[in-house]
């Protein structure tokens, strides 16, 4: 069975500049995360989607951070403009979770590493 | 929001041994509880899921103990090796919730032979 796939692996860009991030969960698995992971910390939650709609993104900077999954399959991840703090590791992760009340583990793609400069 | 805590300091052990790390929390008492494993620059493994009516459970050379009254979960892992050197981290996810996690800052653990 195919992982979680994400792209690119890294990623330099100077602040202010934009950049994106795509991740393709499991095949079947409908719902899809995104983290953000400073280094020293665990991985914070900026986005939850379930199939193509947003449960909760209660800890997107929505003024720079955006997001979708079209089709409820894959999803990107854009943020525009970068700023210094913002040099993280961003990991996508996918489940079975169907339903409110359910929970099921997660499976986690490799990450983009991003330096902002 | 849950405050999650886990031991900041690495833990050096010797191969063989028993490795112990805590998790503890505050505020809400969570759902269950799940441990994972993240190696240098991968992303977390899942491990183990325990829920809050479970006071224990076991997996091969691991094993997980939750305890709502002190809130706090410890993960054991026995006869370890060098090949269990890494950060685990422990996360936590209120019921209905649609299976959102909040993660701990993790521990580092090095198995020496």
């Known amino acids: 069975e195919a992982g979680v796939a994400q792209s690119p692996r890294y990623k330099i860009i100077e602040k202010r500049q934009s950049v994106a991030f795509w991740c393709n969960p499991i095949?079947?698995?409908?719902?899809l995360y995104w983290y953000q992971q400073i280094l020293g910390q665990g991985p914070k939650l900026l986005i939850q989607f379930q199939n193509n709609g947003v449960v909760d993104d209660s800890q997107l900077p929505k003024d720079r951070f955006s997001a979708e999954r079209l089709k409820g399959v894959d999803s990107t991840l854009k943020i525009q403009p970068a700023k210094l703090e913002d040099s993280a590791v961003y990991l996508c992760?996918?489940?079975?979770?169907?339903?409110?009340?359910?929970?099921?583990?997660?499976?986690f793609g490799p990450g983009t590493r991003l330096t902002v400069l | 929001s849950q405050k999650i805590e886990q031991n900041s300091e690495a833990l050096n052990i010797q191969e063989g041994k028993t490795a112990t790390l805590t998790c503890n929390y505050t505020?809400?008492?969570?759902?269950?509880l799940q441990w994972y494993r993240q190696d240098p620059g991968r992303g977390p493994v899942f491990l183990l899921l325990i829920r809050e009516n479970e006071k224990e459970k076991r997996k091969e050379r691991l094993k997980v103990t939750f305890d709502t009254t002190l809130k706090q979960s410890l993960f054991h892992i026995t006869a370890s090796q060098p090949a269990d050197s890494a950060t685990y981290l422990c996360a936590l996810a209120r019921g209905e919730s649609w299976g959102k996690l909040q993660f701990g800052a993790g521990t580092q653990v090095v198995v020496t032979p």
């Open positions: 992760a996918s489940s079975l979770v169907r339903g409110r009340a359910t929970y099921n583990e997660q499976f």
């Open positions: 095949s079947g698995h409908a719902t």
């Open positions: 505020n809400y008492s969570p759902a269950y």
